[in-house]
């Protein structure tokens, strides 16, 4: 499904284009009214952007795209010269790099500059997901049409588009903002990852409020190192593409970034010692806290388990009051209590009362510090075993795989290791390694090598079912994913539909029905 287009365009003199971004123009300035940078997703008047890729230049399949409606090709020098052999007659802006143009292109094309649209930005490691869906929530709350662009889906008002990427190529970024001026929003929360930052898929684009929530070992497949990972993350934090931040400096990575970054920047902590413009302090009752800061003091509470989603929220609610939202009203906002697909979400299906069954968690973590994190959220909750079901995917990280083995070994009772997405790997390879680390905890935990996830999360749950009343079990690394990758291709598995189906299975041997 192609992502939405404004309905109503505007022309764009390619000459314009040119100018804009120090290119040659060559052949006729023909008005260009859209940007894609894919020919299969070419509209009548796009511009289409011919990328250098790993296989094949994108100029190749420029007659495609011209036959599609384009109008006209953004391309470097080499895709020039494949241009003049494939379709000469095709005008043509060369530059440099046209990646790092396509953002400012798209943003001139689809008039994004000037939109009336507060807009917030969350990056890290961990958290972008609940975050942004907690500050869209308070959003709706106070009675703001909202828009949100992340990992699981792309919301305009209340339509929902399912997620690709959890940042989209800039031109469709572009088109997206454009839409959702359109039809009356007034505020988009968007997700930003590193790729996105590293790609030049959100240039163009001025966030009004920045979040980092944190930085841990994740994608050093992509990024070379740590440092390289922060860098990107940072990037954020600069006037091009931010006016102010919001900090999290519960880590080394966000105390540096406090003392680095070259916009204005508010810093939260929740841990002591740590010196920070807001602090966050646990109530009485779990989900309870304060935030404290220089003018006010809310108290909130989390929706979701686990101390990491006390800060979650804290951020979601500096994030408001940093838009100008005033701190009464985000306190009131966030008691809301949001869904958020796949992070700490509980599985539940019709059971006898006194069956016990065991509570059983979804969650996307798929990082070493997030499965701990997860698991210690869980901990004070169960009376009985703590089981985890979990793998490592394939094709990404390597080094990640013994910390999370690690992780869960040190915070479960159970582990049951199994197969996440593996891609183009061995799965029993990925399972090996993410065992070996498990191994090396050195814990009393119970370790259980799995084929198959549908086979690991069953035996998962039914452990915990046999373990007695109080047992919890954790799914984790998938969250909200509705497939899974095995060997190039995408198989229908949905963990929540998976367990579902195995509690349904332990009420009706039970004689109860679901």
């Known amino acids: 499904m192609s992502s939405p287009r404004p309905a109503h365009l505007r ?26 940078l894919s020919s299969q997703d070419i509209a009548p008047g796009d511009l289409y952007a011919a990328l250098p890729g790993a296989n094949a230049h994108g100029a190749s399949y420029a007659a495609a795209a011209a036959q599609a409606g384009a109008v006209a090709v953004l391309t470097d020098a080499a895709g020039a010269q494949i241009l ?32 009336d649209l507060t807009m917030y930005g969350v990056t890290g490691t961990n958290g972008k997901t609940t975050t942004a869906y907690l500050i869209n929530s308070a959003l709706e709350a106070l009675h703001h049409t909202t828009g949100l662009i992340g990992t699981v889906e792309t919301r305009i008002g209340q339509d929902r588009i399912k997620s690709v990427r959890t940042t989209p190529e800039a031109p469709v970024l572009h088109a997206l903002l454009a839409v959702m001026a359109e039809r009356g929003v007034d505020s988009c929360v968007m997700e930003v990852s590193s790729h996105a930052l590293s790609q030049h898929r959100v240039d163009g684009v001025r966030y009004d ?3 980092f929530t944190n930085l841990s070992q994740d994608h050093l497949d992509f990024h070379a190192t740590m440092r390289d990972y922060f860098e990107a993350k940072a990037s954020l934090f600069t006037p091009q593409r931010s ?31 740590v010196d920070a413009d807001w602090r966050l302090e646990a109530g009485d009752e779990p989900a309870d806290f304060t ?37 009464a009203d985000a306190e009131r906002a966030l008691w809301q209590d949001p869904h958020v697909p796949g992070r700490m979400e509980r599985v539940e299906v019709d059971a006898p009362e006194g069956l016990g069954l065991p509570l059983v968690v979804v969650d996307y973590a798929h990082t070493p510090d997030a499965v701990g994190a997860a698991l210690r959220a869980l901990r004070p909750v169960t009376r009985g075993r703590l089981v985890v079901v979990l793998g490592a995917g394939g094709d990404r990280d390597r080094g990640k795989r013994f910390a999370m083995g690690r992780a869960a070994a040190e915070q479960a009772d159970l582990v049951f290791v199994t197969d996440d997405n593996p891609r183009t790997e061995d799965p029993a390879v990925i399972r090996a390694a993410v065992l070996e680390g498990a191994t090396a905890a050195g814990s009393a935990a119970v370790l259980h090598d799995v084929a198959g996830r549908q086979q690991a999360i069953a035996a998962g749950v039914r452990a915990a079912f046999e373990a007695g009343p109080g047992s919890v079990v954790a799914v984790v690394g998938k969250g909200h994913e509705t497939g899974q990758e095995i060997g190039g291709t995408v198989h229908p598995f949905d963990d929540v539909a998976e367990v579902k189906s195995t509690l349904r299975e332990l009420v009706t041997a039970a004689g109860g029905r679901a």
């Open 84 to 115: 003049e052999e494939a379709v000469p007659h095709l005008p043509r802006v060369v530059v440099a790099d046209p990646r790092s143009v396509a953002g400012t292109v798209a943003s001139m094309v689809y008039g994004t500059a000037d939109l």
């Open 243 to 273: 006016r102010r931040g919001i900090v999290c400096v519960d880590d080394d990575w966000g105390q540096e970034l406090a003392h680095t970054a070259s916009v204005p920047v508010t810093t939260l902590s929740s841990v002591a010692g």
């Open 291 to 327: 935030l404290t800061g220089p003018d006010a003091t809310l108290r909130l509470r989390s929706a979701l388990p686990g101390d990491f989603n006390r800060v979650n929220t804290a951020m979601a609610a500096l994030a408001l009051m940093a838009a100008g939202i005033p701190a």
């Open 11 to 36: 022309a764009t003199d390619l000459a314009a284009v040119a100018t804009l971004v120090d290119g040659v123009l060559e052949g006729e300035p023909v008005p260009v009214s859209g940007v894609s």
């Open 209 to 211: 409020v920045a979040l």
